[in-house]
């Protein structure tokens, strides 16, 4: 897990896309912009490219891919497409929803991005220089967040380039993601049920409007993700805190005012967008502790107390 290359900082031009395609082509990995997070792209369908992935990163193997596709006709030569999976893809996509659906037998892509599963998650990203990069290199590219397993989640090339510089090829940077959550994961069973596996920018309920209710959670941890601790960064972590105790960082929001805030407003968009590069300043900064206002439970805001209970989740 050593240095071993210098890392190219792109620009989100034609050129840069150009750039991009080519070194994606021979199999080397681009850290990309997304609507939601930086992702570390390489093709999907590379046993050598994906296994770079998760050496860059130093990922678990079991934790499977998100396969990251062009359009839906794209997604139809990877996995089952039923009626209910088109109608969101209808909806939603370009977007911030991935969709968890039986993989096809004769899908080409690495085994390492399906971690043997039987299932395979998909999602068509809304960001236009990474749909220009998708269009030029023609074929899905595998991509998990941009940073160092278990480290904040990347929502600048900056954040990139803490924890993977020297690691990867390159990076795009196309300035601030846009909506700065990873995106929401559903997995649509055969049988007609579907549940919830992450939480983000497509809300539980929209979900629900579309769908109707959601099968009762199977106990299992089908999506890593779900892990108790993950988007940690790296301190003790307090919630609904309205004030700092002594040596603690705070993160406000709305009327909690802290050493820098989610919104001073209390917009949960806002607070979604600034989420990680707060948790980024609070892992730089030099107080031991961090403490973070409450959000409430509304709309985005449970995706983001989803990540920050994560986050402060105690080290096993
Ligand atoms: P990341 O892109 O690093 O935010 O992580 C991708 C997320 O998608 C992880 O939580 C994975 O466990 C989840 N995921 C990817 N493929 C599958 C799948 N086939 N079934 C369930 N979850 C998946
Ligand atoms: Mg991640």
Redesign the pocket.
């Known amino acids: 897990m050593d240095r071993k290359s210098v890392t190219e900082i792109l620009s989100p031009d034609a050129k840069g896309i150009a750039r991009a395609a080519k070194i994606l082509r021979e199999g080397g990995l681009v850290a990309v912009p997304t609507e939601t ?1 930086y ?1 570390l792209a390489a093709r999907a369908d590379s046993d050598g490219a994906v296994a770079r992935i998760y050496d860059a990163k130093g ?1 678990p193997g079991f ?4 396969v990251h596709v062009a359009e839906l006709g794209e997604a139809g030569a990877l996995v089952e497409l039923d009626p209910r999976a088109r109608a969101l893809a209808e909806r939603f996509w370009p977007g911030p929803l ?1 969709l ?1 659906l039986p ?1 096809r037998a004769d899908a080409a892509v690495a085994s390492a991005v ?2 043997g ?1 039987p ?3 998909v999602r068509c990203p809304a960001h236009p220089v990474t749909r220009a990069v998708l269009a030029q290199v023609g074929m899905p590219l595998a ?3 941009a940073n160092a397993s278990e480290t904040v ?1 990347p929502t600048s090339a900056e954040h990139v380039l803490a924890t993977l510089d020297g690691r990867i090829d390159a990076v795009i940077d196309a300035g601030p993601a846009e909506q700065g959550l ?2 929401t ?1 559903i ?1 649509l069973r055969q049988g007609g049920g579907w549940s919830l ?2 939480e983000g920018p497509v809300t539980r309920d929209t979900l629900r409007a579309v769908l109707g209710e959601e099968e009762a959670a199977s106990g299992e941890i ?5 892990l108790a601790r993950h988007y940690a960064p790296g301190k003790p972590v307090r919630l609904g805190a309205s004030n700092a105790q002594a040596g603690e960082f705070l993160i406000g929001f709305g009327a909690v005012v802290g050493d820098v805030t989610l919104s001073p407003s209390g917009d949960l968009q806002e607070a979604a967008r600034n989420l990680y590069a707060c948790l980024h300043l609070a892992k730089a900064s030099p107080k031991p502790r961090v403490a973070v206002a409450p959000v409430p439970e509304d709309g985005v805001g449970r995706a983001i107390n989803d990540r920050l209970r994560r986050a402060a989740a105690p080290a096993t």
């Open positions: 997070v992702g990922r934790n499977p891919l998100i991935t968890v993989r399906h971690a599963l299932t395979l998650a991509a998990p967040s989640s990873e995106s994961i997995a596996l992450r089908e999506a890593p993700g779900q």
